[in-house]
Each structure stands twice: as structure tokens, then as C-alpha cells.
């Protein structure tokens, strides 16, 4: 018996582990990277918003958060179609990371930053 679950439980396992692989992975298949990204904050506090549009590989002051892009991807088949950034946003004084990861355009509550005051998500690519 105690075979039996083991054995069931490897299996199991195993079938789990390439869907765990994809969620960590970064979202490649028919992607395009893009020459930077729009992105939004708002500062609940006072429920301003404001808008920034970073070049990959660049950083920008947004509201009190620095916000940096490191790539920007798209569909190959619609340039409009959703788009995924993987942002690392800092706080400008420390220096201290508050996020750091993919963020996606369309599901933007999926991997969001965690802040008492601030919200940012990745709005588009900017292709040009």
C-alpha cells in the first residue's frame, strides 16, 4: 500500500512540475521584445495617476517610486494584442526593491506590487 502512494504521489509530481516551470518561466512563445513600455501609477493616497513611458533598459521617477524596464513583450501576430514588461520598481531614497518581476498588461492584479500608497501596472509597448 505504502508503494502504491508513493508511487502515485511521483507521478503526480512529476506531471505537476512542468506547469510550476511555465508560471516561473518568462512569457517567450511568439513574443516580441519592444523598444519600451507605457506604464501607469497611481498614488491612492490623494488618487492622483500618472503616466511614464520608459525605454528598455531605462528608469524613470514615477510619482515616489523609481521604476526600472528591462524588457517589454508583445504577440509577434498583434503588436496591439497584450503586452508583458518585467519591471523592478525601487524606492528612491533606500534604494530598497519593492517589486521585481513580470507584470501583465491585461491581468495586471496577477503579479502586482504590493504598496501601502502606490500602484503601478504596465499600461502597453511602445513599438516606435
Not at 508503494?3 to 511568439?30: E, H, K, N, V
Not at 488618487?47 to 515616489?64: I, M
Amino acid at each position: 500500500m505504502k508503494r502504491l502512494i508513493s508511487g502515485f504521489l511521483m507521478g503526480a509530481l512529476s506531471m505537476a512540475a512542468p506547469a510550476c516551470a511555465q508560471d516561473d518561466a518568462a512569457p517567450t512563445s511568439g513574443a516580441v521584445s519592444a523598444a519600451g513600455a507605457v506604464v501607469r501609477g497611481l498614488d491612492k493616497v490623494n488618487g492622483r495617476t500618472a503616466d511614464a513611458e520608459l525605454q528598455t533598459g531605462g528608469s524613470t521617477e514615477l510619482l515616489g517610486l523609481l521604476v526600472t524596464l528591462s524588457d517589454c513583450r508583445y504577440p509577434a501576430d498583434n503588436p496591439t494584442g497584450d503586452a508583458y514588461a518585467f519591471l523592478t520598481i525601487r524606492e528612491p531614497d533606500t534604494g530598497t526593491v519593492q517589486f521585481e518581476g513580470w507584470m501583465i498588461a491585461s491581468s495586471p492584479a496577477l503579479s502586482a506590487l504590493d504598496h501601502s500608497r502606490y500602484d503601478v501596472w504596465v499600461l502597453r509597448c511602445s513599438i516606435s
